[in-house]
Each structure stands twice: as structure tokens, then as C-alpha cells.
């Protein structure tokens, strides 16, 4: 857990556990030789990923993004997957139940992205934050609901069909503020409608920027993960997503990194992208 002031705001990084990827996919086309010097890997190939979660505290509203694999996965994806459900417990841990929240945002609706959105109760499928609004794309919705080949396995619907049909989600049209200092942007690249979720508190601005960049060690603009869709449209993203995060100094939330939840984005003397440590 990690806590910070950003502004008038508060953040809390809170995970969802750690469950592994092959680091093939993790890295697309980047060589092993390459991406195994800045993770750790096994002799299966797999690599750490973290499901990160943040809480925004705004002095009026409890804000959760995103809701990590939730328990709710079938076998078959357990056992490739893994299930580690540690979201609420670790909520708990940081004095947060889930009637505390008053909105959770998706950056989009992949399983291990919104998986805490609900869970089971029984046989039925229950809302896990009983108060809270819920913010998505429409076009991730309608993504998924096609059950294409490519990526079928990504969407569950039991994660925002019933909060859609109760009315409890609020699907999206592309930008659009969520609440004063909390806003939404998408940047198309591994989803075609993948939002980012900007806080601004107190002329200090962070942003989850979800899988566009999964980690710190995907800054390069081209260390592009094999699950995107459209890795050139990734590589556009970051390029601008960097020109407002590197000149105004953005805290940059990452979703997948199981050490680093987050840290300010810069260039060093040869132009490298870095990452530089949150104080």
C-alpha cells in the first residue's frame, strides 16, 4: 500500500494481488535478451504483473479506479491466470469498505481490469460497491459484446452487464469529466476505446494511464505489448500522452507494475524516457 498527497487530494495504491503473464506477450516484439534485464522471470517464462487499484479521496467523494480479477474467473482461466482476489482485504487494510465509495471508473473492461465490479452473492451476481456509480466506455461495451476471436477471452459480461442493466454504469462517449479535478481521456492503442483517468488537485496533475503504459518498464515508445490491438496506435498514444506528462510534470499510475505503483516521467540527458521516483 502507498499513500500520497496530490494537491488537496489524496491517493492509495491498493492491489488486487499479483498473477503472472508470459513475458513474450507482455513485451510483443522486444527481445527476451532485452525485457529480462528490467523484470524478473521464471523458467516458465512468466513474469509479475501487479493489479494496481487506486483510491482518490477528494475531501467529498471516495473515487476507486479500476477493480483488479475479482473472483469470479471459471477454471479453465484460473489455471492460466491464477485468482489472487486480494482487492477488498486490502481496501479493509486501508480503512475502506466497499459501501464507502461513491464512484469507480474502469479504464476498460478487460477481466483483470474490472473483475471487483461484482461479485457473487449466492448464484446471483451483486454490484461489490453498493453505492457507487460506475463510469465506462460504451464502445468497450460494445467491443465486448461482439465475443470476437482475437480477444473473446478479455471480456466477461458478468463484470458490467448487470450494472448497465440496473443502471448503476454510466458508459462514456469518448472524454468527459467525471467529477471537479477527476476526468477521463481515451487513448487508443491496446482497446480502441481505452480511457485514461485524470486527477488534477491543487495545480498537481496524475493520471492511470491503464495499459497504454502497463509498467515502468514499458516506457519506451515502442515496447509495445503483444495484447494490443493497435500497436501503432499505442505508439502514437504515448507519444502523446508524453508531451503533456514530461512537460507539466504529470504522476504518471501505473496498472501492472508489482513494485511500482507510480512515478513522474521524464527524459534524461540522451532523450531516454525514465521513470524518476514519487517523493
Not at 487530494?9 to 527476451?32: A, M
Not at 523484470?39 to 501487479?50: I, K, M
Not at 486490502?90 to 474502469?106: K, Q, R, S, T
Amino acid at each position: 500500500m502507498h499513500r500520497m498527497n496530490l494537491g488537496d487530494f489524496e491517493l492509495i495504491s491498493v492491489s488486487d494481488g499479483i498473477y503472472s503473464l508470459d513475458g513474450g506477450n507482455f513485451f510483443g516484439v522486444i527481445p527476451k535478451t532485452l525485457w529480462q534485464k528490467k523484470v524478473t522471470v521464471d523458467e516458465n517464462n512468466l513474469v509479475p504483473s501487479g493489479l494496481n487499484s487506486v483510491v482518490v479521496r477528494t475531501g467529498d467523494k471516495t473515487v476507486l479506479i479500476e477493480t483488479g480479477i475479482g473472483n469470479k474467473l471459471p477454471e479453465r482461466m484460473r489455471k492460466i491466470y491464477g485468482q489472487p482476489a486480494k482487492l477488498l482485504d486490502n481496501l479493509h487494510a486501508a480503512g475502506f469498505a466497499p459501501e464507502d465509495f461513491d464512484i469507480v471508473i474502469n479504464s476498460h473492461l478487460h477481466f483483470d481490469h474490472c473483475g471487483w465490479n461484482t461479485m457473487l452473492r449466492g448464484s446471483s451476481v451483486v454490484p461489490t460497491f453498493p453505492k457507487a456509480k460506475y463510469y465506462a466506455q460504451q464502445g468497450e461495451v460494445e467491443h465486448g459484446h461482439r465475443q470476437l476471436e482475437r480477444d473473446a477471452i478479455s471480456y466477461i459480461s458478468a463484470n458490467y452487464d448487470p450494472l448497465i442493466q440496473s443502471g448503476q454504469m454510466t458508459l462514456l462517449k469518448g472524454d468527459a469529466e467525471i467529477l471537479p479535478g477527476i476526468s477521463v481521456k481515451v487513448f487508443p492503442g491496446h482497446t480502441r476505446h481505452m480511457q485514461a483517468i485524470l486527477v488534477h488537485s491543487g495545480g498537481q496533475t496524475a493520471c492511470y494511464i491503464s495499459d497504454l503504459i502497463p509498467t515502468s518498464a514499458h516506457l519506451d515508445l515502442t515496447w509495445v505489448m503483444a495484447f494490443d490491438l493497435f500497436p501503432l496506435d499505442t505508439i502514437e498514444s504515448r507519444k502523446r500522452y508524453y508531451e503533456k506528462a514530461i512537460s507539466e510534470k504529470w504522476l504518471t499510475l501505473y496498472t501492472h507494475d508489482p513494485n511500482v505503483p507510480w512515478s513522474y516521467v521524464e527524459k534524461d540527458e540522451k532523450g531516454k524516457i525514465i521513470a524518476r521516483p514519487a517523493e
